[in-house]
């Protein structure tokens, strides 16, 4: 099977999964308040989950822009936290990579690809720094700081572009 790397070859690859893909079932299933648009939430006390124990072969923190939940400005490989899976996990079989982004301990997305993988086999400390469209005037300065230039899996832009949704587009990193 080959590595799969970006959404579009994920939800090709495991329809059987592709509930993974509705942000509002995996936030109701992880027992998170939650609900469509407009649709009022009731205060209730978090639910407990059934959990199951989990290690991470490559663990990452980003640093991003407060306001824009797209532009991170840094990855930054840690050593993997010591955390339980909600047992729902399980489900998800049969897949070459499971991708799951949390803040602190908090699932907010899983993906059925591989993430940031740039950083995939480097020691604790290493940074990876996206290069936006509009940020190129950075990379001679961080060449200087020891940082070499990785450009993205895809060459093409509309790849990466959401169908024209998405106007500063990351064209690569400069890792270190």
Not at 15 to 42: D, M, T
Not at 58 to 67: P, R
Not at 123 to 138: F, H, N, Q, R, T
């Amino acid at each position: 099977m080959l590595s799969l790397d970006e959404d579009y070859q994920a939800w090709e690859a495991y329809p059987q999964h592709r509930w993974v893909f509705n942000k509002l079932e995996v936030a109701l299933k992880l027992g998170y308040k939650a609900g469509p648009a407009c649709v009022p939430l009731p205060k209730t006390s978090n639910t407990l989950l059934s959990v199951w124990a989990w290690e991470p072969f490559c663990s990452m923190m980003g640093e991003k822009e407060e306001n824009n939940l797209t532009k991170f400005s840094k990855w930054k490989v840690v050593n993997p936290p010591k955390w339980n899976l909600p047992r729902f996990i399980c489900e998800i079989d049969n897949v070459e990579f499971l991708n799951i982004e949390c803040i602190d301990d908090k699932i907010f997305e899983i993906h059925l690809r591989t993430g940031n993988d740039v950083l995939h086999g480097k020691p604790v400390g290493s940074e990876a720094i996206p290069i936006w469209d509009d940020e190129k005037d950075k990379m001679k300065i961080l060449e200087e700081q020891g940082y070499t230039f990785k450009g993205n899996h895809h060459p093409d832009s509309f790849k990466y572009n959401a169908h024209g949704l998405l106007s500063n587009l990351r064209i690569g990193y400069m890792i270190k």
